[in-house]
């Protein structure tokens, strides 16, 4: 397995502004994804996160809304822009240390937007 | 695309007793079933999962049934503990692709 971490675990920010959330593994991963998960609901995937190349998004998410970097096989980030009280959610990323092998979840990052 | 239904959303059994929860896919090209677990305040943990090539797993009080011909898959856990109580998803990919698919989740709740 591997072991996740995000920063920042929580926070509270206004509307207007942006937050980026960082996701580090402790190995190198082929596959780095970041979800959303609203309050309540389900996970949905917001793009696939490519290294040293644009993010692939899912149907609903743009990169202007969701920038995400992906510098190097350990680390990523998702940046939420412009918030609204609708972005509050929780972000999770997930990782696969082999492609087509098991998806490994990050502790996730609890946002509330005012 | 790859749609995954989760039956029930709530389940509340005995402490001792057993429980089930059920997923239904949609895209038969599907090959992986996973499932999580999820406590409040902690993303998802991988508790159990299974490769189509097989009809069943099992992993001390947890097993994972599959289907392929039906197109569901099964996650059962006998002698419940109050410490099994969390949200449990299932997924599934889609497509020939490594994006998994939720189900809506199971709300499972074990009284002492």
């Known amino acids: 397995s591997a072991v996740i971490s995000q920063k920042p675990s929580r926070d509270i920010c206004q509307r207007g502004t942006s937050l980026t959330i960082q996701c580090q593994v402790d190995?190198?991963?082929?596959?780095m994804f970041w979800y959303r998960q609203q309050p309540g609901q389900s996970l949905t995937l917001i793009a696939t996160a490519n290294q040293g190349s644009e993010a692939t998004y899912e149907s609903g998410f743009v990169i202007d809304k969701f920038p995400i970097s992906r510098p190097n096989l350990t680390f990523s980030t998702l940046t939420v822009s412009n918030m609204s009280p609708e972005d509050s959610s929780i972000y999770l990323c997930?990782?696969?240390?082999?492609?087509?092998?098991?998806?490994?979840f990050g502790p996730g990052t609890r946002l509330l937007v005012l | 695309g790859e749609n995954v239904e989760q039956h029930p959303s709530t389940l509340s059994v005995q402490e001792g007793d057993s429980a089930v929860i059920k997923c239904t896919y949609s895209d038969s090209a599907s090959n992986y079933f996973p499932w999580y677990k999820q406590e409040l305040g902690k993303g998802p943990q991988l508790i159990i999962d299974i490769r189509s090539n097989v009809g069943e797993k099992k992993d001390q009080r947890i097993a994972v049934t599959l289907n392929k011909t039906a197109k569901h898959f099964s996650l059962h856990i006998t002698e419940t503990q109050p410490e099994d109580s969390a949200v449990y998803f299932c997924?599934?990919?889609?497509?020939?692709?490594?994006?998994?698919?939720f189900g809506t989740g199971t709300r499972l709740q074990v009284f002492p």
């Open positions: 997924a599934s990919p889609t497509g020939n692709t490594d994006k998994l698919i």
């Open positions: 997930s990782v696969e240390i082999v492609t087509g092998e098991t998806q490994y």
């Open positions: 190995s190198q991963v082929t596959m």
